[in-house]
């Protein structure tokens, strides 16, 4: 059985973002690291560097992770976990996909909060996947414990846990049985919508000036992600794990992504169709039930969320 081991990205001393992994509760420079195991020569590796090249370092990391593992003068050279700033694990992605009204109970909340009426399935009806492009800068991406600064446009700032499925291989028109092949690993986000920027005011429900993207899902700090990536591998099947946020530790979602309406799979497919899809893109896959929105309670400055994904791990932030 291989020893499992997590993509991350750490800051030095000096506040340098360097590739790592994480093994146990230790981590590991990934190009030292590798540099050790391996006598290859590697300057540095980010996250991004190993996923471009992810088929070719898959074997290497293997190795690594059982080399830390069962050989004491290897494991002598990891940082405590604790004890290391962890910043977002791709620092700059190319893409980042998020998936809208993707969760039936969710769908179905929303609904129900503001009296719409009931309608097909978008799978029952022939539809797809319905995506948003969310900015992949380091403005908008940030890694665990961010303070993230409340846009001042919006007071109506919402949560919503995902799953964040990070391509691996590139990607055109793949089919859905093969889709999750292209997968590298899977994340944890929280996809933070200003609710009050999506519509314009002064334009009515059919003009096609009202809707505002920009403002309702790219604020600065909107997109908190983390701790590290587990490789699909070690994650097996992504639509059967728990995933949960609490609110300054009450719990406000506690759902499943067997509750998914389109698939991991499907949606990888979907996009595939439309764009190549390139390693290190991000997919933010829906959120479950148990948004703010849905009971008219909203984000506001000193709060603290936790969001924790079952085989992946948890991850803090904080509102200012």
């Known amino acids: 059985m291989k020893t499992e081991y997590k993509l991350l990205t750490y800051a030095d001393d000096e506040g340098i973002p360097h590739g790592g992994l994480l093994i146990g509760s230790r981590i590991f420079d990934a190009a030292t690291t590798l540099n050790r195991v391996h006598q290859t020569k590697f300057e540095s590796l980010s996250v991004l560097d190993v996923l471009r090249e992810w088929d070719t370092f898959i074997p290497l990391l293997d190795m690594v992770a059982t080399t830390v593992e069962g050989e004491p003068e290897v494991s002598a050279h990891g940082m405590d976990v604790a004890n290391t700033k962890l910043l977002a694990p791709i620092q700059f992605p190319d893409a980042i996909f998020g998936a809208g009204a993707n969760f039936s109970d969710h769908v179905e909340e929303m609904r129900r909060a503001f009296n719409l009426p009931e309608e097909p399935s978008p799978r029952e009806n022939g539809g797809s996947p319905w995506f948003f492009i969310k900015s992949p800068t380091p403005r908008v991406i940030v890694g665990p414990g961010a303070q993230v600064k409340l846009p001042a446009y919006a007071k109506s700032v919402d949560y919503e846990v995902e799953l964040a499925a990070v391509i691996g291989r590139s990607a055109r028109n793949v089919s859905a049985?093969?889709?999750?092949?292209?997968?590298?690993?899977?994340?944890?986000?929280?996809?933070?919508?200003?609710?009050?920027?999506?519509?314009?005011?002064?334009?009515?429900?059919?003009?096609?000036?009202?809707?505002?993207?920009?403002?309702?899902?790219?604020?600065?700090?909107?997109?908190?992600?983390?701790?590290?990536?587990?490789?699909?591998?070690?994650?097996?099947?992504?639509?059967?794990?728990?995933?949960?946020?609490?609110?300054?530790?009450?719990?406000?979602?506690?759902?499943?992504?067997?509750?998914?309406?389109?698939?991991?799979?499907?949606?990888?497919?979907?996009?595939?169709?439309?764009?190549?899809?390139?390693?290190?893109?991000?997919?933010?896959?829906?959120?479950?039930?148990?948004?703010?929105?849905?009971?008219?309670?909203?984000?506001?400055?000193?709060?603290?969320?936790?969001?924790?994904?079952?085989?992946?791990?948890?991850?803090?932030?904080?509102?200012?």
Request: glycine fraction near 10%.
């Open 177 to 320: 049985s093969e889709a999750l092949g292209y997968v590298a690993g899977y994340t944890i986000a929280n996809d933070l919508s200003a609710r009050d920027g999506l519509w314009r005011t002064n334009f009515s429900e059919r003009s096609p000036f009202r809707f505002d993207w920009v403002s309702h899902k790219c604020f600065d700090g909107s997109c908190p992600i983390g701790p590290w990536i587990t490789p699909a591998k070690f994650v097996g099947d992504p639509q059967e794990l728990e995933m949960k946020l609490w609110l300054n530790e009450e719990i406000r979602q506690d759902g499943s992504t067997s509750s998914m309406i389109f698939s991991v799979a499907e949606q990888v497919a979907f996009l595939s169709s439309r764009t190549t899809l390139q390693p290190g893109d991000i997919i933010l896959t829906g959120t479950p039930a148990g948004v703010g929105s849905a009971r008219g309670e909203f984000l506001k400055a000193g709060d603290s969320v936790r969001i924790w994904v079952e085989k992946i791990g948890e991850m803090r932030h904080s509102l200012v």
